[in-house]
């Protein structure tokens, strides 16, 4: 009596599963799904976390050097998570749009010359010329921002764009080359876009910097447009005499001495950071009045430079 065959025709056993030590046909791969809502936002929260990290960063660069000049330090002012975000903002000047503009060309050239042009999964794509032609300029490039970064000190205030071309320099190595293929690894390929990002980063930096330094100058310049102040208290006060109007006001009154010829800085939580009329924030102080029950603060329009007819 013959046994039964152990396969039989079909490839299935008795049970209906594929026999033992045969592969089953492989199906067509699933592909991922990158742009399903989870994954979109998941993408949404990084990088939304990254750019208020940055903001932050960037607005407390710019504040702390910004009252540096009128020597006033960051942790005295208490800023809040988001007035240092705010400050940021004044960082949207054309040193920044142009360097955010560099950085944006040569990130998304790839990523459009890629959807564009699909390619095999096999073999690498035909490069573009654009492509081919950013990969031979790499060293060139890059040389170039190592020449401006030596002469630091001879191209200010434009020494930004040193780190800024080094690093697009670095991410031009990123392209495809003449045979399709991009570089690999961690030498070729993630070592240059972190020195890239921190190229960026410095570059970005020294913008900010130099941005709070200029408006801060530009704000000091003239002090008479401030926002002025006057001062009613119940007790003298130790301000300047020679620049500011000291008057003694009838007994009857509670606050006797009134004190004008001020301008206001900055306000913080009932502190009022006044200088007075021809201050220079190179050699004057600056003054701190509390308000008070016994401090009466009130606020004026600043004397606006007379124009000449």
């Known amino acids: 009596m013959s046994e039964p065959d152990e396969h039989p025709p079909g490839g299935h056993t008795p049970y209906g599963h594929p026999p033992q030590g045969h592969a089953a046909a492989p199906g067509p791969a699933r592909e991922s799904e990158p742009s399903s ?10 990088q939304g976390t990254f750019i208020a990290a940055l903001m932050f960063y960037l607005g407390a660069m710019y504040t702390s050097t910004f009252y540096g000049y009128f020597h006033l330090s960051l942790s005295a002012l208490d800023l809040s998570f988001g007035e240092q975000v705010t400050q940021s903002l004044h960082l949207l000047k054309l040193e920044v749009l142009v360097a955010a503009g560099v950085v944006l ?10 959807r564009s042009r699909p390619s095999a999964v096999s073999t690498p794509r035909a490069p573009t010329r654009a492509e081919v032609l950013a990969r031979r300029l ?5 040389a170039v921002g190592v020449v401006l970064l030596a002469l630091w000190s001879k191209i200010q205030p434009y020494g930004w764009t040193a780190p800024l071309i080094i690093a697009a320099g670095l991410l031009m190595g990123q392209f495809r080359d003449a045979t ?11 070592l240059p876009v972190f020195a890239a990002g921190a190229f960026l980063f410095w570059a970005l930096t020294q913008v900010t910097v130099q941005t709070a330094e ?13 926002t002025g102040v006057l001062v009613l ?3 003298p006060l130790a301000l300047p005499t020679g620049a500011v109007t000291k008057e003694v006001l009838p007994g009857g009154v509670r606050h006797r001495y009134r004190y004008t010829g001020l301008r206001l800085l900055l306000e913080r939580d009932g502190r ?16 701190i009045v509390r308000e008070s029950d016994a401090v009466w603060i009130g606020l004026t329009p600043g ?7």
């Open 303 to 309: 004397t606006q430079p007379k124009l000449l007819g």
């Open 214 to 226: 200029r408006d801060a100058a530009a704000r000091a310049r003239d002090v008479t447009d401030w």
């Open 180 to 190: 399709g293929r991009r570089p690999t690894g961690f030498r070729y390929r993630a």
């Open 233 to 235: 208290s119940t007790h």
């Open 272 to 287: 009022y950071y006044v200088v007075p009329l021809g201050w220079d924030a190179k050699r004057d102080a600056m003054y």
């Open 105 to 114: 060309l040569v990130v998304a050239v790839p990523w459009f010359t890629a």
């Open 138 to 142: 790499q060293l060139p490039v890059v």
């Open 37 to 46: 809502p989870t994954a979109l936002l998941k993408v949404v929260i990084a």
